[in-house]
Antibody, heavy 126, light 106 residues
Framework: QLQLQESGPGLVKPSETLSLTCTVSGGSISSSSYYWGWIRQPPGKGLEWIGSIYYSGSTYYNPSLKSRVTISVDTSKNQFSLKLSSVTAADTAVYYC??????????????????WGQGTLVTVSS | DIQLTQSPSFLSASVGDRVTITCRASQGISSYLAWYQQKPGKAPKLLIYAASTLQSGVPSRFSGSGSGTEFTLTISSLQPEDFATYYCQQLNSYPRFGPGTKVDIK
């Protein structure tokens, strides 16, 4: 059974860089079938996709966060990571990592996020 | 930039009720829509992808329909474990979630 686990500091100071790692177990991050992504949820609010990465290192980001986000992958450790720079209180959220799979039929591909980590709360405060 | 709206934002229902949640996209997204269920303190759980395909292991009382700009999630007979918040998500362009619909006990 595939499992994803987020790890990293739960408290980050304003203007600093938030760094999180997602460790994948029960499957290989190097599979050509999947992308891997980060999604966040401020307390009491909705979900926001941050960005996604392929095992080759190809990335794509939410345009609203692109200038501050870097996602990287370490296939040797079966991990991928998130860095979010210049954080403010507005970046306080539960951060989830997830697997993006694409189902193909009728000559079309339908992506979705099928496995999620349990989430980790990151608070931005001095 | 494709926006999603959901209605209602909040729904109060009883066990056994038929529940319908609507998700509307600001422009056509074909069938590139998924539905998730989220319970407090838990990660979202995939229910439906490609607008109408039930994820493996999800009870058949859940169903999805729609294409283009209007989509629905239906729970045919609400069970106690279904009280949660439901989100739609479009994946036609970069992934974006709807604001959510909270289903509460009447």
């Amino acid at each position: 059974q595939l499992q994803l686990q987020e790890s990293g500091p739960g408290l980050v100071k304003p203007s600093e860089t938030l760094s999180l790692t997602c460790t994948v177990s029960g499957g290989s991050i190097s599979s050509s079938s999947y992308y891997w992504g980060w999604i966040r949820q401020p307390p009491g609010k909705g979900l926001e996709w941050i960005g996604s990465i392929y095992y080759s290192g190809s990335t794509y980001y939410n345009p609203s966060l692109k200038s501050r986000v870097t996602i990287s992958v370490d296939t040797s450790k079966n991990q991928f990571s998130l860095k979010l720079s210049s954080v403010t209180a507005a970046d306080t959220a539960v951060y989830y990592c997830a697997r993006k799979i694409t189902y193909y039929y009728d000559s079309s591909g339908y992506p979705t996020f099928d496995y999620w980590g349990q989430g980790t709360l990151v608070t931005v405060s001095s | 930039d494709i926006q999603l709206t959901q209605s209602p934002s909040f729904l109060s229902a009883s066990v056994g009720d038929r529940v319908t949640i609507t998700c509307r996209a600001s422009q056509g997204i074909s069938s590139y829509l998924a539905w998730y269920q989220q319970k407090p303190g838990k990660a979202p759980k995939l229910l439906i992808y490609a607008a109408s395909t039930l994820q493996s292991g999800v009870p058949s009382r859940f169903s999805g329909s729609g294409s283009g700009t209007e989509f629905t999630l239906t729970i045919s007979s609400l069970q106690p474990e279904d009280f949660a918040t439901y989100y739609c998500q479009q994946l036609n362009s970069y992934p974006r979630f709807g604001p959510g619909t909270k289903v509460d006990i009447k």
